[in-house]
């Protein structure tokens, strides 16, 4: 079937550590993105890639970094320096209709 | 800037039910995309309906129904007969008129509970 897989579906991670969400799409869309949701607020973009080894800035980029190295694949490691990352993260894929993974939800201990 | 509000936390209604969901938009843009996309317990956003500005139609699918008001700066979602299957957090969001409309700018969102 078609669609957006992301793994894992729960993560814990202690301070200080870096971990990466994975996100990956067989619907060969060129536009891969990155959200976070928090209760009350909705969600917020990350990152964005509109093609391979392309990628730009979204509203909170601050301690997370991307790679596109495929079309198929866009993961997110959220590093030490994000100060509050206990979250939902959603991947989604598309352009004027987005197709959203089912999310990875990282817990800090 | 651009925001969207959604100034509905929480809906608790009972089945059959007629519910409407609110949406308030501000852009300085004269051309832009609306967005409905529904949230199921199971996580993943599900697209619902997009609407450009330059069309103010309503439009119906179903027992679902959109009415957009530029001149009030609204998108309203209305279900008409909710079931317990409408259960679900929804959102409202806005995009800009390019090529990327990837790029969301998200409500709140409301939780409609759908009592059986």
């Known amino acids: 079937d078609g669609g957006i897989t992301q793994s894992p579906k729960y993560l814990f991670r202690k301070e200080g550590q870096n971990v990466t969400l994975s996100c990956e799409q067989n619907?060969?869309?060129?536009?891969m993105y990155w959200y976070r949701q928090d209760p009350g607020q909705g969600l917020r973009l990350i990152y964005y890639s509109q093609i391979v080894n392309d990628f730009q800035k979204g509203d909170i980029a601050e301690g997370y970094s991307v790679s596109r190295e495929k079309k198929e694949s866009f993961p997110l490691t959220v590093t030490s320096a994000q100060k509050n990352p206990t979250a939902f993260y959603l991947c989604?894929?598309?352009?004027?209709?987005?197709?959203f993974g089912e999310g990875s939800r990282l817990t800090v201990l | 800037a651009q925001k969207v509000t959604q100034a509905q936390t929480e809906i608790s209604v009972v089945e059959k039910e007629d519910v409407t969901l609110d949406c308030v938009y501000e852009?300085?843009?004269?051309?832009?995309?609306l967005f409905w996309y529904k949230q199921p317990p199971s996580g993943e956003l599900v697209f619902l309906i997009r609407r450009n500005s330059f069309d103010e139609q309503n439009e119906i699918s179903g027992r679902y129904s959109w009415n957009f008001q530029k001149s009030t700066s609204s998108f309203n979602f209305t279900i008409t007969a909710s079931q317990v299957v409408d259960s679900a957090v929804y959102f409202c969001a806005l995009s800009a008129f390019s090529s990327n409309t990837g790029k969301l700018i998200f409500g709140q969102g409301t939780t409609l509970q759908v009592k059986p």
């Open positions: 619907l060969n869309h060129d536009a």
């Open positions: 989604a894929s598309g352009g004027r209709e987005l197709f």
């Open positions: 852009t300085r843009d004269t051309t832009y995309y």
